[in-house]
């Protein structure tokens, strides 16, 4: 029997990162403030490590879709592995030529397109999904902020998010 509901367990389990970093913060806060010396400045140390772990567990909260979605997700060392119910692929990190994410879909995709290799669909509510947060924010050139505002903005279309090598005209903007 569990104290907590499932419903606030997971709504918990999805910030966890940003309340790890609210509780970094706030024990370097006391610290700081508190005795002078050495600890004074490990406490000014933890209030900025605290700082960016907020920023980063807020960001993937807003990544994570939950789970229960069709199929399952691995990444292992640069591969993003997909195993559906009716399709699957692999996709090397490095030779990702594309990322689209695709809304239209029900429910919404990532879209992974590599050279030589069939199109690479993922549903963003994959089980094991939230792992592609990384991959996806190590690309060069990606914005993780536009990633996220596209995750929740409900588009229309499939969208661009990230590209290697550009094929439009240098007056098309990506975004």
Known sequence: MSLIRPAAREALWRWREGL???????????????????????GWALVIIGAVLIV????????????????VVQVV???????????????????????????????AHWVLDQPGQPTLYIPVNAEGSDALFDVFSSLPGLRTERMLSELRGGAKHPVVIWERHSQRPPSHRLH
């Not at 807020?58 to 199929?71: D, K, L, N, T, Y």
């Not at 997909?82 to 689209?100: D, H, I, K, Q």
């Open 56 to 71: 980063v567990g807020i960001q993937r909260a807003r990544f994570r879709a939950g789970g229960g979605g069709p199929g």
């Open 77 to 107: 060392e640069g591969q993003i592995t997909y195993f559906g119910p009716l399709s699957g692929g692999a996709v090397a990190t490095r030779a990702l030529e594309r990322l689209t994410l695709d809304p239209t879909a029900k429910p």
């Open 20 to 42: 790890a970093g609210v509780g970094v913060l706030v024990l370097g806060a006391s610290w700081a403030l508190g005795p002078r010396g050495l600890l004074g400045w490990a």
